[in-house]
């Protein structure tokens, strides 16, 4: 049986701006890390003769696969070690580059395939259109499909945080546009008032003023946009309340950390009291000295005391 062949690797020349598949000539890896899919691949171009290196998107892609490929548990990998035990170096990164081919396009990508000039985001996109359409995949964002499909199946949606931060970019700029769009249209609009007629026709609603001018009666109705930017904002997260912006969830966090809502006055009250007690232990010491020089000039007990020879 013949021993599988290394996939073509995709190229472009920044140069002449030639995209082509062809062997690597020169392959850089890293001595601490031999994976395949983490090499820098090079080869020259078949137009210009400058040396490209591997093209962008398939990077992506490889790098987005490398993240979900093999065993994470220890039993596993003693297992994947085992199996592979018996195969060569070279065979060991042959099979791996065919996990990449095969299984990575006959999965995850199926439901994106290239349609050159047919997304939204082919206007800002580098690959050339025809090697786009000998693909079975949209190159560009098919590793979104293998990101997400290893964060399932690892159970770390760690893995979708770039995803994700950019489909939260995304809609904060829609809301952004939708604020400036009101704030340049107005809250409300003055509109003609139109109605049906018997037969069911829209009638726009006029009036005679005294004049004998025919004039539209026309009605003030809300900029549309104000009901859609709430719900925009509730469910992407953006309230005061999500941002931990309004006065409740302040206090509730500066008690949390230890600082309660009413420490100033509460320290102010103390310094209060302990003023108010500090004078009146003076006041009644003060009180007993005039007691003592008072039971001293009492004429009754000086004579008592006299009597008595105290």
């Not at 190229?11 to 082509?20: G, V, Y």
């Not at 809502?261 to 003076?282: G, M, P, T, V, Y």
Request: glycine share 6%.
């Amino acid at each position: 049986m013949s021993e599988p062949t290394l996939p073509d690797v995709a190229f472009q020349c920044k140069a002449c701006r030639h995209t082509w598949q062809a062997e690597p000539a020169r392959v850089a890896t890293a001595d601490d890390d031999p994976d395949p899919l983490k090499a820098d691949y090079f080869a020259p171009c078949p137009k210009c003769g400058a040396e490209c290196r591997q093209a962008f998107w398939q990077r992506g892609l490889w790098a987005a696969e490398g993240k979900r490929r093999g065993p994470t548990t220890a039993a596993g990998k003693a297992r994947c070690a085992e199996n592979l035990a018996n195969m060569t170096p070279e065979q060991k990164h042959r099979a791996k580059y065919n996990n990449v081919k095969h299984g990575r396009y006959l999965k995850e990508m199926t439901p994106l395939p290239a349609k050159p000039d047919g997304y939204a985001w082919c206007a800002g996109c580098e690959i050339a259109r025809d090697y786009c359409a000998t693909q079975p995949v949209c190159m560009l964002k098919a590793s979104h499909f293998v990101l997400v499909r290893a964060a399932f199946e690892q159970r770390d949606p760690s893995l979708l945080n770039g995803v994700m931060a950019e489909a939260h970019g995304m809609s904060l700029m829609v809301v952004r546009e939708m604020l400036l769009s009101v704030l340049q249209q107005g809250v409300s609009r003055e509109l003609p008032r139109v109605v049906l007629d018997k037969d069911g026709n829209p009638r726009v609603v006029e009036i005679l003023d005294k004049d004998g001018n025919i004039t539209p009666v026309t009605q003030q109705e809300i900029n549309q946009l104000l009901r859609v930017i709430p719900d925009w904002i509730s469910r992407i997260g953006l309230s005061l309340s999500d941002l931990g912006m309004t006065p409740k969830v302040i206090d509730d966090g500066d008690a949390a950390m230890g600082r309660l809502k009413d420490e100033e006055d509460r320290r102010e009250a103390l310094a209060d009291f302990a003023r108010q007690n500090a004078a009146s232990l003076e006041a009644l010491k003060g009180m007993l000295l005039r007691a003592q020089e008072k039971k001293g000039r009492d004429p009754v007990l000086i004579e008592y005391n006299q009597q008595n020879g105290g």
